[in-house]
């Protein structure tokens, strides 16, 4: 035979020759048509979960060799594949991700991996640097939050917005400090202590 040994290199159809050869060295030839096969599918090593964390923007990306452990194949991986990879803070919490390698002659394996995507970024407060709560006829007053919120912002969004006091009368005239504190739906939570003048 004009070739025994076969790798990678070979998959598809390729021609070899086909000799016969007697003991007085008459010899006869012929060509045959040879196709080189691989149905091996990958070998995939996945971690078994995983945990993203969202940026600034409340935004993430998940690549595949995040999840991988050393696949291998065979021959080698044409195609590495997520059945996602954006996730938003609409994805907070656990969900499975379809982990796919595929090799040049398309055998493909895949696995399921727990993807828990988390929120580790505190809510960024902005408090006016100066409010006057007037008092009414009955010397009382109400604070709230917007009275004191310049803005106050999270990657994600704000789920509650606290003040340590809002309720004020004639007793509390003059200068007095409140401790603003705003958690997102993560439980991040960022506290400011503010002034402000009744």
């Not at 696995?111 to 010397?139: C, H």
Request: glycine share 6%.
């Amino acid at each position: 035979l004009s070739k025994t040994s076969f790798t990678c290199a070979d998959l598809g159809t390729s021609k070899i020759t086909f000799t016969a050869k007697d003991t007085s060295g008459n010899t006869s030839t012929a060509e045959v048509n040879i196709t080189v096969l691989d149905e091996v599918k990958p070998i995939l090593k996945a971690k078994a979960s995983y945990t993203l964390k969202l940026d600034t923007d409340g935004k993430a990306t998940l690549r595949w060799e995040d999840l991988d452990e050393g696949s291998s194949d065979n021959c080698s991986i044409k195609d590495k594949l997520l059945s996602k990879t954006s996730f938003t803070c609409a994805d907070l919490g656990a969900s499975n991700v379809t982990f796919t390698a595929k090799d040049a002659s398309g055998n493909t394996s895949s696995t399921e991996v727990t993807v828990t995507v988390v929120d580790e970024i505190k809510p960024i407060l902005k408090a006016r640097a100066a409010y006057i709560l007037n008092l009414d006829a009955e010397g009382k007053a109400t604070l709230k939050w917007e009275d004191l919120d310049e803005g106050s912002s999270d990657n994600c969004s704000i789920k509650d917005k606290l003040l340590s006091k809002t309720f004020f009368t004639c007793a509390d005239l003059g200068s007095n400090k409140v401790t603003m504190t705003a958690t997102d739906a993560s439980g991040n939570t960022s506290s400011a202590e503010v002034t402000f003048t009744v």
